[in-house]
């Protein structure tokens, strides 16, 4: 039987004195899946995705990734789970304009303890895999949005997580460049690479997910499979848990 990626039982999360951010949510992500969060801004589902990084607790409910019960994680247990289980993609990049492009991929398998060499070497796999090695050198003030999100796409695999998380992954880059990742996203998914990716953007979903999962006031209000996709098993070969050459 194969275990999934991601399992939410029942996860409930209130802020203050306000209305639920997340009201009895269940979700199953199985190994090699691509599902879209979709729902508008305010309906809970950053709120989910901080749950399953890690980055919040539940007031309720159970939240497990990989095996890793992560509503239970301490502070410097979420911090390792982070490094070793997620890897994350944001709107901005979030990427450091005083290091390279292969510093910049390289520096969480450093923070993860990997030896300098082996961790630029696997950086330098990531970036000619994602057509961009070209770059290794270049600092990221200089590279256009599109590539700047390959960076970031980079080192979100660099410790190979089995686990990719996007958020509002195009929403800073123009329609060219959105397109661009949308189809690397694809392309990575395709290879074996679990995906979630959070977003309002219909058109996203639909271009580099097979499965959508609607939230609206803090409840998952629909979950639709693509029929192409429905009656096939997932291979588990993740991207991130082999060597790319």
């Known amino acids: 039987m194969i275990m999934p990626v991601i399992e939410l039982r029942e996860v ?7 209305p639920p951010a997340l009201r009895e949510a269940s979700l199953t992500v199985r190994p090699g899946e691509a599902v879209a969060i979709l729902g508008p801004s305010g309906s809970g589902k950053s709120t989910l995705l ?18 890793v019960r992560v509503d239970l994680l301490g502070e410097a247990g979420a911090a390792l789970y982070r490094r070793s289980k997620v890897g994350m993609i944001f709107q901005f990049f979030h990427l450091l304009d005083d290091l390279t492009v292969t510093d910049n991929v390289a520096l969480p398998a450093r923070l993860a303890g990997t030896a300098g060499g082996k961790a630029d070497r696997r950086a330098a796999e990531l970036l000619e895999l994602l057509g961009i090695d070209r770059h290794a050198r270049t600092y990221p003030n200089r590279l256009s949005g599109g590539e700047r999100q390959r960076v970031a796409v980079a080192r979100a695999l660099v410790n190979r997580p089995p686990l990719l998380l996007a958020d509002e992954p195009t929403g800073a880059l123009d329609t060219a460049a959105g397109q661009d990742v949308s189809d690397m996203l694809t392309d990575l998914n395709a290879e074996g690479q679990t995906i979630v990716v959070v977003t309002h953007d ?27 996709v429905a009656s096939q098993a997932v291979a588990p070969q993740a991207v991130a848990s082999q060597d790319v050459r």
């Open 202 to 228: 219909l058109a996203l979903a639909r271009s580099c997910t097979e499965r959508t999962v609607r939230i609206a006031d803090g409840r998952i209000t629909g979950d639709v499979r693509s029929q192409a």
């Open 12 to 18: 409930s999360r209130r802020y203050d004195d306000g």
């Open 50 to 67: 901080n749950l399953i990084a890690g980055l919040d607790r539940p007031d309720a409910g159970t939240v497990t990734v990989d095996g």
